[in-house]
């Protein structure tokens, strides 16, 4: 568990650089050279991805509230897909950037309520409790640092169709994924 809390601190400590203290990270910046400052940026994040993904696997589950139910598993699924919808979007001239200003940091939301609904234990409520945290804290410092949100003009709908695409793909391959990351397959809801 020691792992997973120290990755969880490291990952949020070095995306809140950026929203807390823009300054700090620009200075580290000029001092580094952008390249080697956004390089050591990424190591951190893998780093921090590499402990949350050991700390997981190697704590076992300490049951604290409750047990997942088949309607529990489907709603998982679906805010799961829309989770992975958000995150997509991040990347594409769409019209949900018309609606939510982050829509990455909506994803990550979403993600963290997803696996909250079943997954009722200490090691849960650490890891999908603490980066749903992060990211409504991340979402509030970013909008408190940049003002006011100027919405965009949406793309088209070749935009919209690629965004669908790519996140039923990228659905796919994390449920492919899952017992290597996770350690354990996703159960059915069907």
Same mark, same amino acid.
């Given at each position: 568990m020691v792992w997973l809390i120290i990755g969880l601190i490291l990952w949020s400590d070095l995306h809140l650089i950026k929203a807390l203290l823009p300054k700090a990270r620009e200075q580290i910046s000029l001092k580094l050279g952008v390249n080697t400052s956004k390089g050591l940026f990424a190591l951190g994040i893998l780093i921090s991805l590499g402990l949350i993904i050991m700390?997981?696997?190697?704590?076992?589950?300490?049951?604290?509230?409750?047990?997942?139910?088949?309607?529990?598993?489907f709603a998982a699924y679906v805010i799961n897909f829309l989770a992975i919808y958000c995150l997509v979007s991040s990347s594409f001239n769409v019209r949900l950037k018309h609606w939510v200003r982050h829509p990455m940091l909506t994803g990550v939301i979403l993600w963290g309520v997803a696996h909250l609904l079943v997954n009722g234990e200490l090691r849960s409520l650490l890891l999908f409790g603490g980066m749903l945290i992060w990211a409504v804290c991340e979402i509030v410092f970013i909008n408190k640092r940049d003002g006011d949100y100027e919405k965009p003009e949406p793309g088209? +709908? %070749?935009?919209?169709?690629?965004?669908?695409?790519?996140?039923?793909?990228?659905? =796919?391959? +994390? %449920?492919?994924?899952?017992?290597?990351?996770?350690?354990?397959?996703?159960?059915? =809801?069907?």
């Open positions: 700390g997981w696997r190697s704590t076992d589950p300490v049951p604290v509230f409750y047990a997942s139910t088949v309607p529990l598993w088209g +709908l %070749v935009e919209e169709i690629k965004v669908l695409v790519v996140t039923i793909v990228v659905s =796919a391959i +994390l %449920v492919w994924l899952h017992p290597w990351i996770a350690g354990r397959y996703l159960a059915l =809801a069907f």
